[in-house]
């Protein structure tokens, strides 16, 4: 009997122990998915196909709308809004989890918009634009460094 009683606390207490501490963890302020994994040199994007630069393009934009609505407080991933400052109430969490649904809903959207449409765009114009894209990136990098 005594053993059962062991090893029931001893199985109850870890568990406890993870339960309290899911609930004081905070949520990321911007998606961990908005990373940009390459920079690229125009002429390195002049040698590619329009299907790769179309996917470029694709992960460009959702990297920038990931980050810009958040600029004001962070500009990098795995912050927190405890981490700004910001008290971690359900309302607050709420308000949070709220826009970053309506970023993915818009990122969806925009993506079918993309693949459907951006293959007609000139190709030199593809290329700008990611060009364009990822200088934004570079100077959302150098606020507050």
């Known amino acids: 009997m005594k053993k059962i009683i062991f090893l029931s606390l001893l199985i109850a207490i870890p568990t406890c122990t993870i339960?309290?501490?899911?609930?004081?963890?905070?949520k990321s302020i911007i998606s961990p998915s908005a990373v940009l994994k390459k920079y690229h040199e125009k002429g390195e994007l002049d040698g590619m196909q329009?299907?790769?630069?179309v996917?470029?393009?694709v992960e460009r934009i959702?990297?920038?709308t990931n980050k810009l609505p958040f600029i004001a407080l962070t500009?990098?991933?795995g912050v927190t809004i405890n981490d700004v400052g910001i008290p971690d109430s359900p309302e607050n969490n709420k308000i949070l989890d709220k826009q970053q649904q309506t970023i993915r809903t818009f990122l969806s959207e925009t993506e079918t918009f993309e693949r459907t449409l951006t293959p007609f765009a000139d190709k030199s114009d593809i290329v700008d634009a990611i060009?364009?894209?990822e200088n934004i990136l570079k100077e959302l990098m150098l606020i507050r460094e």
């Open 19 to 26: 339960n309290a501490q899911s609930k004081t963890i905070s």
């Open 50 to 53: 329009k299907g790769d630069l």
């Open 55 to 57: 996917d470029l393009y």
């Open 62 to 64: 959702k990297v920038i």
């Open 75 to 77: 500009n990098k991933r």
């Open 131 to 133: 060009l364009f894209c």
